[in-house]
């Protein structure tokens, strides 16, 4: 399997250049001109959000301020500055704050903002960090957080507009005595309330000369107006012409072609406006183009976007099948994202005189921003005679490591990965012959899932072990699994018994653990290709145009 090779560490320079990238607005080249508008566009504005918090969803109110450049010319940088996201939070939050005993509160926030001009569309994310403050005995709590956002060019004169869409927001509770709690952390997923419908506008800038009174729509036919972008966990589906926060341009590339024109691509309708917040089969839907220049449509699958990316960073999708022995059946685990960030590799020479290249990585699940694969159903024979369906998640209770190893040996290299990771399994909904089980909220496994370590004293304590194994003769690329050009990886595990199962006084952990539990149940995982997504260049045969990873792999029983 040929994979896109070892990423490498960028200049101080390319470090710099990297973390001010600009986004383009329908592929526009990158023009690094300093801004020249004549005046300043203040904009404050609170937005009515829906916010799902761990007690369920609650209304909130979003309030983000920004300043902007009151007009631009074609090609001028346009950088929003004093960006700041405020979220106030109703007393639910707090109170699920105060219930794992938290003192203080630290937030992340990530908030996707939609950018339209006449028919194109893309979307950036404004991040902002804040540091911790305290969490009252009782509600309201406001949280306001800033950072450095993405800049904006566009080669085309008309008004562009900005649109704010989901908000994701990280909250990292401490104790009084600054521990963490547990869990460790809250992701919290925002969306527009309904409230909000013609309201989220945030600011409209004239580009090109003749645009108008600065602020408002120009003399000519207004822009549709920009959906409400879907969750930074789920962006919509882009257009073959649809521009993307993208890296800078390399100067010896040519930029596209004019829609119609020659060279260019046919006109493609605009998107439809998706909904905000995710849903199943709904995600990434990256086009390509066959020889003929007919776009081809690819695999959906969720979204897989590194939020803040480095020069080691590296994103995949896996998905396969998991046994259950006492069921004898198989349930499939649907296309999860992996966000890794890769070690240095180190050179061993190990007692018996072999030489190794080690590279370590760590990382973590991401369905919608939550360490945890998608949502699975198994549907199997009970006792082999009761029909059975349950909806299951795997929940990543601990870091992921990647720990891969080639031995060197001329000319056959061995190439043999480690993928360690605790995960507790969770079920969700339980029907029995029909009938619906209400098996709670916390219905689990009571620690994570266990199998063989061969290297106990490194590594101790439960978690999922997975293995993959490949080779390369020198100089044909390698065969079997490499973490960069993905591959099957492999691993038995032990189902521990359940806990926190029933609702209203009816406990169903023995049936659980009785049905299910146990060792002896095989995982088959499929990885794809990793995008290497930091990188000065990404290679766009690995990456779609918003650097998520293009390959979608297929499950392999």
Not at 433 to 457: I, M
Not at 523 to 540: L, N, Y
Request: charged share 15%.
């Amino acid at each position: 399997m040929r994979g896109p090779g070892p990423t490498h560490p960028r200049s101080t320079r390319a470090r710099v250049r990297g973390a001010t990238i600009a986004a383009f607005v329908a592929l526009a080249p990158l023009l690094p001109a300093a801004a020249v508008a004549v005046g300043r566009l203040e904009v404050d504005a609170a937005l009515p959000y829906v916010c799902a918090l761990p007690s369920g969803p609650h209304p909130a109110t979003v309030r983000v301020t920004a300043a902007f450049p009151e007009r631009a010319a074609v090609g001028e940088e346009i950088r929003p500055t004093d960006v700041t996201t405020a979220v106030e939070l109703p007393a639910a939050a707090v109170a699920d704050l105060t219930a794992l005993r938290a003192a203080t509160v630290r937030a992340e926030t990530r908030l996707t903002v939609g950018v339209a001009q006449n028919e194109r569309r893309t979307e950036v994310t404004w991040n902002g960090t804040a540091e911790p403050v305290a969490v009252p005995a009782e509600g309201p709590l406001t949280l306001a957080t800033s950072g450095d956002v993405p800049s904006l060019t566009t080669d085309r004169a008309g008004a562009l507009a900005l649109t704010a869409g989901a908000l994701a927001l990280d909250l990292a509770p401490s104790t009084a005595d600054s521990a963490a709690t547990t869990p460790a952390s809250l992701s919290v997923t925002c969306v527009p309330g309904p409230d909000a419908e013609g309201r989220t506008r945030l600011a409209e800038i004239p580009v090109g000369t003749g645009t108008g009174t600065p602020g408002t729509p120009p003399t000519t036919p207004a822009p549709p107006s920009s959906p409400a972008p879907s969750s930074p966990g789920a962006p919509s589906a882009p257009s073959p012409s649809s521009g993307l926060p993208l890296p800078p341009r390399p100067s010896d590339r040519t930029p596209p072609a004019e829609t119609g024109t020659a060279g260019g691509t046919a006109p493609v309708p605009a998107p439809e406006a998706p909904d905000t917040g995710p849903r199943t089969g709904q995600g990434l839907t990256e086009t390509e183009e066959t020889t003929s220049g007919t776009p081809v449509p690819r695999p959906t699958a969720p979204p897989c976007l590194t939020g803040k990316p480095t020069p080691m960073s590296l994103s995949a999708y896996i998905t396969g099948y998991a046994n259950v022995r006492k069921l004898n059946g198989a349930s499939l685990v649907p296309e999860t994202c992996v966000l890794l960030e890769q070690g240095l590799p180190r050179f061993e020479v190990r007692p018996d005189g072999s030489m190794h290249v080690v590279t370590p990585a760590e990382g973590r699940l991401s369905h919608y921003g939550r360490e945890e694969t998608a949502p699975f159903e198994a549907t199997f024979l009970t006792f082999g005679f009761a029909p059975t369906k349950a909806t299951l998640v795997l929940e990543q209770s601990g870091p992921l490591t990647v720990v891969s190893d080639v031995l060197l040996i001329f000319p056959t290299n061995i190439l043999t990965t480690h993928v360690r990771v605790p995960l507790t399994l969770r079920v969700l909904d339980v029907e029995v012959n029909g009938t619906r089980l209400d098996v709670g909220r916390s219905c689990r496994t009571e620690r994570p899932l266990s199998s063989p370590e061969p290297e106990p004293a490194t590594y101790p304590g439960d978690h999922l072990v997975l293995v993959g194994k490949g080779s390369q003769t020198l100089p044909d690329p390698p065969v079997g699994y490499i973490l960069t050009g993905g591959g099957p990886l492999t691993g038995d595990v032990t189902i521990p018994a359940f806990t926190g199962c029933g609702a209203g006084g009816e406990d169903l952990d023995r049936l659980l653990t009785a049905a299910i539990s146990g060792p002896g149940n095989h995982i088959k995982q499929i990885q794809g290709s990793t995008c290497s997504v930091g990188v000065e260049a990404p290679p766009m045969e690995f990456c779609t145009q918003d650097l998520q990873p293009r390959q979608v792999p297929k499950p392999e029983r």
